[in-house]
């Protein structure tokens, strides 16, 4: 089933994921991708302010 594949991937590149095909350099691409869109939703967050405590 993963046969031409795995000897199409073998034979393209050194740098793919075993079985998939996908190159290390995508898959960077994809994380940072992930990571910045995480970072923007947490900047989009509304911030809860607490009332200071009266003393």
Not at 14 to 40: E, F, K, Q, R
Request: net charge positive; hydrophobic share 50%.
């Amino acid at each position: 089933m993963y046969t031409r594949g795995c000897t199409a991937a073998a034979a393209g590149c050194t740098a793919t994921l075993p079985l998939t095909g996908v190159s290390i350099g995508w898959s960077v691409i994809a994380g940072a991708t992930l990571l910045i869109a995480g970072l923007a939703l947490v900047r989009l967050a509304p911030v809860i302010r607490r009332r200071p405590q009266e003393r």
